[in-house]
């Protein structure tokens, strides 16, 4: 049996709630993982004036890879904690693709009237290391009538040719239809450019059925016509706002899963839920801890452990999709413990039949 090595990092908020509910079900699913819990956090950072050590990329870089909960607090601007932890760890492992999976699960309501789980099965391939997330810039004559600020977008051709070409590899393996989230009708350089990128590979797949369209055609289409979507593909900011409206209509950003990876495999990934730190349930053992433990099914997918993967994700369909223990979120009762327990003994006896 591989070993592995995997580093967590719970954060703030429900991020310490949820990870422990998924470190217990991979645990239950795959003995001998070895992990090493870091105190990275909003805490940390009021405490010693840092969210991570200069060295945190150094101390993470020999594991096989990494299972964040979530970031921010009252106090700790959002702009620290992301760019303090979350960006840098992104950027220096190389994990230029956040794969942001949406279904709408069984025993789960859409926000949709009458959809189905048929009608909402999308991958978002979001660019996670350039784009709009740029530091170029800066604040001139602050304070002063005439004070502004310039913010920076970075396309690089490398940058945009490496992740529209893992969207279309992803596709092949899907209904192998991808849309390409624009907006060259506004944003005169960047856009155009992404653009042409995007015509370049999709000459490359003949077999694949492409679309592009303006981001907000396209969140509108995510709303009225899902069962015409398969993988979307969008820079950084495009990507990331449309993942989170995708995950509203498929039943709330708690069922939620995402991967930072690095398809090279030259460093760690990275996966999380998709949902906030959300401090005011903190503590309170009502946060749903689906989404974070199918990161964990995401993570062991990555690793190569597939059956254990399988396991976890077949536990969490089969949880909710009979009635199983749910949080309050989806209308019940149970507690965060309850469900992280429930989906642990279900993926334990799948894989163990």
Known sequence: MNSYRIAT???????????????????RVLPG???TEFDWSCENYLRTGAMMPADGPEQLARFDAI???????????????????????????????????VRLLPGTTS???????????????????????????????????????????VFTRVGCERIIRYAFDRATERAGKVCSATKSNGLIHSMPYWDEVFERIAAQYPAVETRQMHVDALAAEIVLHPDRLDVIVGSNLFGDILSDLAAAVTGGLGLAPS?????????????????????????QGIANPVAQILAGAM??????????????????TDVLGSGGPRTPDLGGTATTTEVGTEIADRASALLHA
């Open 111 to 153: 926000a949709l009237r009458d959809r189905t789980a048929a009608d909402l099965d999308l991958l978002i391939v979001r660019e996670n290391s350039e784009g709009e997330y740029s530091e170029i810039g800066g604040r001139h004559n602050p304070g002063r009538p005439d004070e502004f600020v310039l913010q920076e977008s």
């Open 299 to 316: 993570l062991l997918e990555h690793l190569g452990a597939h059956e254990a993967a399988a396991a976890v994700d077949r536990a969490v």
């Open 9 to 27: 990092i719970p954060g703030d908020g429900i991020g310490v709630d949820v990870t422990a509910e998924a470190v217990k079900v991979l645990d």
């Open 33 to 35: 993982i070895e992990w």
């Open 259 to 283: 991967g930072n990876i690095n398809p090279g495999r030259d460093a760690p990934s990275m996966f999380e839920a998709v949902h906030g730190s959300a401090p005011d349930i903190a503590g």
């Open 67 to 101: 299972l964040l909960g979530a970031v921010g607090f009252p106090g700790v601007p959002d702009h620290i904690s992301l760019w303090g932890l979350l960006i840098p760890l992104r950027r220096a492992f190389g994990q230029y693709v956040n794969l942001r999976p």
